[in-house]
């Protein structure tokens, strides 16, 4: 059974500081990762997708990397804002018709 | 508004009485999917629909609650006679079958928040 688990449960850093989200999967046999942002008491946003074929993604001021075989993912949060303060969650597929997993977040408080 | 939409927001009930939530995908999304969530915890899969098929139910998917997607569009989530233990934040998502990339983005709606009193 797959398992997601996220590192730190949470996060407080001053504005303008890059910071580094951490996620973890038990079954590297994995299909895609995925990471979403959820502000809280709304639904999720999907910010960013890896397949399992890939190393890394990037948009904007987030990237993230994959690798597969140790189990583990990071996001990659540069020149933090606190516009950024919400909880990211990590989510694994171990198929394309398998749901996603979740990890339980890491909430993030950015500083002002 | 073209995302996905979920009613109501929020629903306070009395233990043992049925409710029912409806999700409205984005229009021509042929995924539909249930999760739930505690305060703490990321969401946690129910089930999910492609077109108007069930395709999986989770094991957390107990005998008191039923989805249906008829005709393929949108979908209710009943739960029937509730308990303290079912109050969470139920959240639908769409999307279109992944492609030969692997690639399936979910769209999330904002949830309905039930309470169990």
């Known amino acids: 059974k797959q398992e997601v688990t996220q590192i730190p449960a949470a996060l407080s850093v001053p504005e303008g500081e890059n910071l580094v989200l951490n996620c973890s999967f038990t079954d590297s046999a994995i299909y895609n990762l995925q990471w979403f942002r959820q502000d809280p008491g709304k639904g999720l946003t999907s910010l960013l997708l890896i397949q399992s074929s890939q190393r890394e993604q990037t948009s904007g001021r987030l990237n993230a990397s994959l690798d597969k075989s140790s189990g583990r993912s990071t996001l990659y949060i540069a020149a933090s804002q606190p516009g950024d303060s919400a909880t990211y969650l990590c989510a694994v597929r171990n198929s394309g018709n398998t749901p996603l997993v979740f990890g339980k977040g890491t909430r993030l408080s950015v500083i002002a | 508004d073209t995302g996905v939409s979920q009613n109501p927001r929020h629903k306070i009930t009395k233990r043992g009485q049925n409710v029912t939530f409806r999700c409205d995908p984005i229009s021509e999304h042929n995924r539909l999917y249930w999760y739930r969530q505690t305060l703490g915890q990321g969401p946690e899969f129910l089930t999910y629909?492609?077109?108007?098929?069930?395709?999986?139910k989770s094991r957390l998917l107990s005998d008191r609650f039923s989805a249906e997607r008829p005709k393929g569009s949108f979908s209710t989530l009943e739960i029937q006679r509730t308990e303290q233990g079912d109050s969470a934040m139920y959240l639908c998502?769409?999307?279109?079958?992944?492609?030969?990339?692997?690639?399936?983005?979910?769209?999330f709606g904002s949830g309905t928040q039930l309470s169990v009193l």
């Open positions: 629909f492609q077109n108007e098929a069930q395709l999986e």
């Open positions: 998502a769409s999307s279109w079958r992944p492609d030969r990339s692997g690639n399936e983005k979910l769209f």
